[in-house]
């Protein structure tokens, strides 16, 4: 079969399509010819040698996919050859075929094409366990969502919304803004011009936000326990902006902050199979009346994932970046 592979890591431009041997699923697996695939920030960092796959799963990029099944392993049970699937996987999704576990395999809904069902597992599921699971938000709570634009931003902001909690959002352009407001953020700030935390605390009265949902890391820090309530919760999903701060605990004592992290793909199967139940049961019924949409960007054959990387890395992408299998 064809895959996306890079023999050193560095730059897009270490990505190639070459023939590779396909995968064998083990029993409680689905072998899935897969249709389409979607980038993630992940992606770039495993290509940088910065993220690398947990022990076991493929080497692979690509940690979602949508395609049709076609062998199915021994203890997997509920799917035939020819059944339409998306789901999570730790790895493997830039390939004409990858598998995934029975239990986290979902059935693509009818009017659904490859694509659509193939933008949502990740963004969807780190929006979910993130805002909500470990986030706890609620009705009438006010969240800051960084990295508004971004495909787990695009997903989060609708999510909030129709959760009934105020939203705003940080972006880097001012079209980035005029995008995230559109689909429902009650304030984009562009951090590029724009004191966030001083915006933030303007918009709330002094009061600042319940929940600091959070893509940057170091660079956030200091203004992130600015801009948080008294007893607010800050969850720390990726780190663009670095990895080392300098803390001042008293002031995490003092306002009686949570400070939660959280990585999805190196969690056990049993977490990540929950994952996907929690989201199936709350969202993806909300998916299927499009009253919530994955925002698809752009999407891209699989042999220019070097281009969908750059893309990426070029931050142009409001939602999500697809690469799509003949
Ligand atoms: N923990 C988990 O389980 C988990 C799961 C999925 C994703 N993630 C994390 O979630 C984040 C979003 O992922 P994604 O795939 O949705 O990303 P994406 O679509 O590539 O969007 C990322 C956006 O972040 C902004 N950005 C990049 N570097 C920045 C910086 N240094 N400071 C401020 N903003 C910056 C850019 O938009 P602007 O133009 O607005 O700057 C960029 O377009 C990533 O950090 C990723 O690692 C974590």
């Known amino acids: 079969m064809k895959a996306i592979t890079f023999a050193t890591h560095g730059g897009p431009d270490v990505l190639r399509l070459e023939d590779v041997a396909e995968p064998t699923p083990t029993a409680d697996e689905l072998l899935v010819r897969v249709r389409a695939s979607a980038l993630n920030r992940a992606d770039t960092m495993q290509r940088r040698g910065h993220y690398p796959p947990p022990p076991g799963e493929s080497d692979i990029l690509g940690l979602e996919l949508a395609g049709e099944v076609e062998a199915i392993g021994a203890n997997a049970s509920g799917f035939k050859p020819g059944d339409r699937v998306f789901g999570l996987v730790g790895g493997g999704g830039y390939a004409e075929k990858a598998c995934i576990d029975y239990r986290m395999a979902m059935p ?4 659904w094409d490859f694509v659509k069902a193939a933008a949502v597992p990740e963004v969807f599921f780190t929006a979910n366990e993130t805002l909500f699971t470990l986030g706890r938000l609620d009705a009438g709570e006010t969240v800051l969502i960084h990295a508004g634009a971004s495909g787990v931003g695009t997903a989060g902001i609708q999510m909030a919304r129709q959760a009934g909690a105020r939203v705003l959002v940080t972006v880097g352009s001012e079209e980035k803004v005029a995008r995230t407001e559109a689909l429902g953020a009650e304030a984009g700030i562009n951090y590029k011009t724009t ?7 303007e918009l709330t009265d002094g009061a600042g936000v319940d929940l600091v949902q959070d893509f940057i890391g170091a660079a956030y820090w200091q203004n992130n326990l600015k801009c948080l309530k008294t007893a607010g919760r800050l969850v720390l999903v990726g780190l663009m902006g670095g990895a080392k701060v300098e803390v001042d605990l008293g ?5 009686r902050l949570q400070v939660i992290g959280s990585v999805m793909r190196s969690q056990p199967l049993a977490n990540k199979i929950a994952i996907t139940e929690r ?4 969202w993806l019924p909300e998916l299927e009346s499009g009253r919530l949409q994955p925002l698809i960007d752009t999407s891209f054959p699989l042999a220019e994932a070097a281009a969908a990387h750059q893309y990426m890395e070029d931050n142009r ?3 999500k970046i697809m690469l799509v299998m003949d």
Do not use: Q
């Not at 002031?251 to 306002?255: A, E, G, T």
């Open 108 to 111: 693509i809904p009818d009017g």
């Open 195 to 201: 004191d966030f935390a001083a915006r933030v605390l």
């Open 251 to 255: 002031l995490i004592m003092r306002k």
């Open 279 to 282: 989201f199936r049961s709350r």
């Open 317 to 319: 992408n409001v939602g």
